[in-house]
Structure formats: structure tokens, C-alpha cells
């Protein structure tokens, strides 16, 4: 996890955002332990209530269990719904603004194909440096 914090949003709600990128990523899997409350308060310098907080909100979203006494883990299935809401906000909240600009650019389905034709043969995700 990025040890970096945002001012503009509570800790808490990072710490939760933080793991849900990590499920979303692959990088925590169902039925994987997520680090103790202790190691993430000591490690990024937090009050234990704090992570408390962020991942009681996991666990409000059915996306992390409580087991007493061996800590938390990725629920079953967590990783699937996460990435059917995501696809949701992204096609209620993004794709409206994103069709939009497409439109206002005057930009064909062809365009958009040959642009992502040759990104996948280049290898360019679009996310390097910009020229």
C-alpha cells in the first residue's frame, strides 16, 4: 500500500480504497488474509481505529469477513462484484462524459478501433509518457 495520504478524503475511506484497488488488482484473491489492523497502524504510522474503520467498511460491503481471533479476509466472489460495480459506475458516470467528447471530436468507431489496434500491437496502454 502507498503510505501517501490524500488530505482532501478521511484515511479511512483511502485505507478502504487502497484494498479494494488491491482486490480489484489481483494482488489480495478470495479467501486471502488482509495485513492485521496492528501492522498497518504501525506500518503507516496510524491509529489502530483508523484501520479499524476502514476495513469495518470492507466487511459493511460484504467484501471481507471477520474470522475471531485470525484477522480478516477477502470474501468469496468479492473481486467479481467489485468489478461488476465498477463496470456499472463506469457505464452510468464515465461513459456518458467519454461518448460525449467522442462526438464533440467527431470521432468514428473505425478512428477508436485503429487507435486501440495499435496500441495492443505496440504494446502502448496509453498510460506512458505523453509526446
Known sequence: MDPNWNDNLPIYRQLRDRVVSMILEGVLKDGDALPSVRNVAAEYRLNPLTVLKGYQELVDENLVEKKRGLGMFVMEGARVELLKDERRRFLEDEW?????????????????AATAEADATTGDSGEGEQK
Open 96 to 112: 456518458p462524459l467519454v461518448l460525449e467528447r467522442i462526438t464533440r471530436l467527431g470521432l468514428s468507431v473505425q478512428d477508436l
